[in-house]
């Protein structure tokens, strides 16, 4: 696969672990982005938490990735097309840049050998379980819709039209007008937010959808910086313990990683002792 620098493309895909059967999303002048590029860039952009965003979040946010993966794509197509490859300004920051891929490759690999020689004993898991139990709590989440529109005379004259029906026919009903009225990028999906706990939204939004019941309409406009939402609450899941089957290799991983930065500190250390370091005055 062609990327902006050509000569590059093997090191930077050891670098970022592409895998070669990753699904093709989208075919750019014969040349493919994959899912696994657009979940690497969104993972690495929001340093692991992705799956802790809204749908809502999600969605708008692979989009921004692959329309931003698509524009450089055709970039590098037009500067290769007017010369820019072979500039002598483009063959000096390419070999920097290979340079920098060398140290950065070998440092990967070096710091994940050192990771995977370290063991975890099954005993420090379980006794980190039992001794941490409010770690290991799924939090309350509700299901939630909207409908974002920009002025409140428009929510509330949304909330007028519906708060007469219940039941399925709320439901039914504010889907459709979901589609049809809400500028917010969930109205394809009926305003859909999927599940999601305190504090994942907006401190407007989330006070007022979680004080609402299960099957219910919000009573009044609520007024965020992105317009006025309407909100209905489809589904609500209580917080529950996790069990230690659930979490056991999240620990390990954890009481890992606390090891692996304890060695790598010594380790460090150890190479400064050893090393020749001067620094310039």
Same mark, same amino acid.
Do not use: C
């Given at each position: ?25 989208? @075919? ?11 979940? !690497? ?7 692991? /938490? ?6 809502? !979040? ?30 002598? #300004?483009?063959? $000096?920051?390419? #070999? ?7 140290? $950065? ?5 070096? *710091?994940?050998?050192?990771? #995977?020689? %370290?063991? =975890? ?9 039992? @001794?941490?139990?409010?770690?290991? =709590?799924? !939090?309350?989440?509700?299901?939630? /819709? ?12 949304? %909330? ?12 039914? #009903?504010?889907?459709? $007008? ?52 309407? =909100?209905? =609450? *489809? ?5 529950? !313990? ?10 390990? *991983? ?8 304890? %060695? ?18």
């Amino acid at each position: 696969m062609k990327r902006y620098y050509a000569a590059l493309s093997m090191g930077i895909l050891l670098l970022m672990g592409y895998s070669l059967s990753a699904a093709v999303l989208v @075919t750019v002048n014969g040349d493919d982005i994959t899912s696994e590029e657009v979940n !690497k860039v969104m993972m690495e952009g929001t340093q692991g /938490r992705f799956d802790s965003l809204s749908t809502d !979040k999600q969605n708008e946010l692979r989009h921004r990735i692959i329309e931003g993966m698509i524009t450089q794509e055709l970039v590098y197509d037009d500067a290769q097309k007017t010369g820019v490859l072979e500039s002598k #300004e483009y063959k $000096q920051e390419l #070999e920097t840049l290979i340079n920098k891929l060398k140290v $950065q490759l070998a440092a990967k690999l070096w *710091e994940q050998e050192q990771f #995977e020689t %370290i063991k =975890i004993d099954p005993k420090e898991v379980k006794s980190y379980f039992d @001794t941490n139990p409010d770690e290991f =709590i799924d !939090k309350e989440k509700i299901h939630a /819709r909207h409908i974002l529109l920009k002025t409140k005379l428009e929510a509330e004259a949304v %909330i007028k039209s519906l708060k007469t029906l219940s039941g399925e026919k709320l439901k039914n #009903e504010f889907i459709a $007008q979901a589609k049809s009225k809400s500028v917010g990028p969930s109205a394809a999906r009926g305003g859909d937010l999927g599940y999601f706990p305190r504090g994942q939204m907006v401190p407007s939004f989330n006070d007022a959808a979680f004080a609402m019941k299960t099957g219910t309409l919000s009573s009044y406009p609520v007024q965020s910086q992105f317009g006025y939402h309407v =909100i209905y =609450i *489809e589904d609500r899941k209580a917080a529950k !313990k996790l069990g230690f089957d659930t979490v056991k290799n999240f620990i390990e *991983e954890r009481l890992k990683m606390d090891k692996f930065k304890a %060695i790598m500190d010594k380790k460090m250390a150890s190479l400064h002792e050893k090393a020749k370091i001067t620094y310039s005055k």
